[in-house]
């Protein structure tokens, strides 16, 4: 299986990414594939939500933009997560738009990154900031496709109109073999009728790109981070995680046959 990077992103704050990115990363190595999950957001959610201390841990992705370490000696073991590796993240990071802005090909700075690597891993999750700045752009130059984390809550439409104007974007000027990997819907709630109707909006819209699979609003889901631990560590029996593990499933399904397979 040749390696397939994707990028979480959504530029809307609170709708899941990071924790569909450490969850979904964790799940793809519990099926057996090598994982990379790169975090790329400054706040380093994911980081910490792995059990890393971003306090004490001050090299990682930073570095591998800047040019100043490869991404080899930068990345580290998961804890408790076999198979899982994190270039991780600290504040360092919300310096490095600033410090690119001059650069030149400054959009290429992760692909770079990787083309440095001795070898990929089977699959790369990268969890972008909630927005469409330098750090997202080049998590989308680097990608071969992103997933969009979709929360069933009013408004949850808004924006992916800016969202899908700067993929094409991105498709016409860097990266022209981007693809969409799919939409997830996230926080979904059952008994809300509210839920349904955005669920049904979604499916109207993009058809067959939304997942079959939803992820439910679980607290379990919400309290692993605090934990430091994904969720198929922190309650493997919960809903939260069997979602997880159904969509990791999929994916890992889909692109080691290199087709589409249904959602």
Do not use: W
């Amino acid at each position: 299986m040749a390696s397939r990077i994707i990028c979480i992103a959504n530029q809307k704050g609170g709708v899941g990414k990071t924790t569909t990115s450490v969850n979904l990363a964790a799940g793809l190595a519990l099926e057996g594939a090598e994982t990379l999950l790169v975090d790329l957001d400054p706040q380093a959610n994911a980081t910490s939500g792995l059990g890393i201390d971003t306090t004490v841990q001050r090299r990682g992705v930073y570095h591998a933009l800047l040019g100043m370490d490869d991404l080899d000696r930068l990345r580290l073991p998961a804890p408790e997560v076999e198979r899982l590796s994190i270039l991780p993240a600290n504040q360092d990071l919300f310096g490095a738009e600033v410090e690119l802005v001059d650069a030149i090909a400054r959009e290429f700075r992760l692909k770079e990154a990787f083309g440095r690597a001795a070898r990929l891993p089977d699959f790369v999750i990268i969890d972008c900031p909630p927005s469409l700045g330098l750090l997202t752009i080049n998590a989308l130059t680097a990608a071969h496709s992103i997933l969009v984390p979709l929360q069933c809550e009013y408004y949850a439409l808004e924006g992916i109109s800016q969202l899908t104007r700067t993929i094409q974007l991105i498709q016409r000027r860097l990266n022209p073999g981007l693809t969409l990997e799919g939409v997830l819907l996230t926080m979904f709630d059952a008994r809300n009728n509210l839920a349904h109707q955005v669920s049904e909006e979604a499916r109207a819209h993009f058809g067959d790109l939304v997942f079959e699979t939803v992820i439910p609003r679980n607290v379990r889901l919400s309290e692993s981070p605090s934990f430091g631990r994904s969720i198929h560590h922190y309650d493997k029996s919960s809903r939260g995680a069997l979602a997880y593990r159904d969509v990791a499933r999929l994916l890992v399904q889909r692109h080691r046959q290199g087709g589409e397979h249904p959602r």
